[in-house]
Every structure is written in structure tokens, then in C-alpha cells.
């Protein structure tokens, strides 16, 4: 088929053909109760989200709708490495520190600079209906607060 929208060259030659394909969109969002600052796996209800979509090829999109936690895609085999993170992150930002945004509590500056340090969103490629994920690879809500909080992670899945 060719688009009838295409700029033509010499001699009335199109330059391209263009074949349309209808990309469907699918948005969802779930609820993770975390019991303060760690990581917690949501691998596993975003796959869900991906089989509810009926999308078998495009892209996931995991959002989380807050300053003060974010997303990673960690080692969820080992236990250790994702300690490991949360040690580092406690050494690189500490709560001691002379922070000037504290009206949440000593965390609260400090969990603001360690969701920027880190992402509020990953981006997975899709095909057969799965997750693209390596084999040692999970999607996890990174906690950045003491306290334990409901957090809102929006999911988009693009594709056919």
C-alpha cells in the first residue's frame, strides 16, 4: 500500500511506501504497601498487567508516582546484591548529613536526592507476551523512606 501523504521526487516517483499497523495502548495501575526503606519485587504484577493487555510485541512502561521512591531493575536472585544497593545508597546519601528540606523527617531531603539519583521509570521491551527481563533480572520498587507507605506504580503497554 502506499501513502498518499508522501512528498514525491523527479518524475512523479514516490520515495517511500509506508505500511500502516495500529499500535494498541493499554494502561493500568497497582498499589505496592512497602514497611519502609528497601527494595520490593513488582515483576510479577507487572507481567500480569502485560497478559491482561492481550499485547504480545511493543514496550512496557512501570511508572511510580512519587518523589521520594523510585524503580530499579536489580539482581532477584541474590538477596545480598539488593542489600548491597540499599547499604550503598545509606553511605552515599546519609540522614546525618545537613540537609535543608527536612519537613517530613530526617529522610525526607534524603529520599528526594536518592529517587533522583535513581529512576522513577523503567522501560522493557515486550515480545511473546512476556517480559524481556534477563534471566537474573527484576523489576523492583526501591523505597527511599523509614516509614511504611502505599505507592502507585502506572503501567503502559504499547504494541500489537
Known sequence: MRSE????????????SVRTVAVHVHNESFEVRTKG???YE???QIQEIVQRSKISTGTVTAFV???????VIMENAAPA???DLEKFFEELVPEDADYEHDDEGPDD????????????SEV???ADSRLQLGTWQGI?????????????????????
Not at 5 to 16: D, K, Q, Y
Not at 109 to 120: D, E, F, G, P, V
Not at 140 to 160: D, K, Q, S, W, Y
Open 140 to 160: 523492583f520498587l526501591f523505597e527511599h523512606r523509614r516509614a511504611p507507605h502505599t505507592r502507585n506504580i502506572f503501567v503502559t503497554v504499547m504494541g500489537n
Open 81 to 83: 546484591a539488593r542489600r
Open 65 to 71: 508516582q512519587h518523589t521520594s521512591c523510585s524503580l
Open 109 to 120: 531531603s534524603t529520599s528526594h536526592i536518592r529517587m533522583a539519583l535513581t529512576r522513577t
Open 37 to 39: 526503606k528497601g527494595t
Open 42 to 44: 513488582v515483576t510479577a
Open 124 to 126: 522493557i521491551p515486550l
Open 5 to 16: 501523504n508522501l512528498r514525491v521526487i523527479a518524475n512523479g516517483a514516490p520515495i517511500a
